[in-house]
T-cell receptor
């Protein structure tokens, strides 16, 4: 079967750095997405990786290793507004998105 | 309308009733999707449409139907609601089937 694994919950301190990991086993690979979802709101797009390496976008970076079936989302200079769930999703060989259950990130002052 | 709009935002429904969740987008996106989100689970695809006039079944299609008569609208119908269909439903769209998804604000449905 297809599977996306992420930690259920993480806690970090305001101003610090946090890394959220995602491992996947899917039938084929056509890109990996990270989305942010605040409680009670819709998911919003953060990043997309299709080639190995690091994609940087402001305070957020996303890394992909296709050979290891692994990605991480790195959040720097954490702010209270970064408290949210972070969803990892992989496009399989049929271009369907397979979603992880999400990682709830709690930021403490 | 700006982006993707869902209605209703929230609904309580008696089991056995018929319900249609509406979804409209004004971005001229070709692909549209319906997901349900339940606590502790990832988003699960119910139905999708890669272009107007076509639809396909996702991971959890049973008990749901969709239509795509035009580019903008993609309604989801529960023919006879059951309590296990209590969930938050998200409609999403993408320019094409390989692009990033844009989500509506969600419809919280409770079936009693």
């Amino acid at each position: 079967g297809q599977n996306i694994d992420q930690p259920t919950e993480m806690t970090a301190t305001e101003g610090a750095i946090v890394q959220i990991n995602c491992t996947y086993q899917t039938s084929g690979f056509n890109g990996l997405f990270w989305y942010q979802q605040h409680a009670g709101e819709a998911p919003t797009f953060l990043s997309y990786n299709v080639l190995d390496g690091l994609e940087e976008k402001g305070r957020f970076s996303s890394f992909l290793s296709r050979s290891k079936g692994y990605s991480y989302l790195l959040l720097k200079e954490l702010q209270m507004k970064d408290s949210a769930s972070y969803l990892c999703a992989v496009r399989d060989s049929n271009y369907q998105l397979i979603w992880g259950a999400g990682t709830k990130l709690i930021i403490k002052p | 309308i700006a982006g993707i709009t869902q209605a209703p935002t929230s609904q309580i429904l008696a089991a056995g009733r018929r319900m249609t969740l509406r979804c409209t987008q004004d971005m001229r996106h070709n692909a549209m999707y319906w997901y349900r989100q339940d606590l502790g689970l990832g988003l699960r695809l119910i139905h999708y449409s890669n272009t107007a006039g076509t639809t396909g079944k996702g991971e959890v299609p049973d008990g749901y139907s969709v239509s795509r008569a035009n580019t903008d609208d993609f309604p989801l119908t529960l023919a006879s609601a059951v309590p296990s269909q209590t969930s938050v439903y998200f409609c999403a769209s993408s320019l094409n089937p390989t692009g990033e998804l844009f989500f509506g604000e969600g419809s919280r449905l409770t079936v009693l």
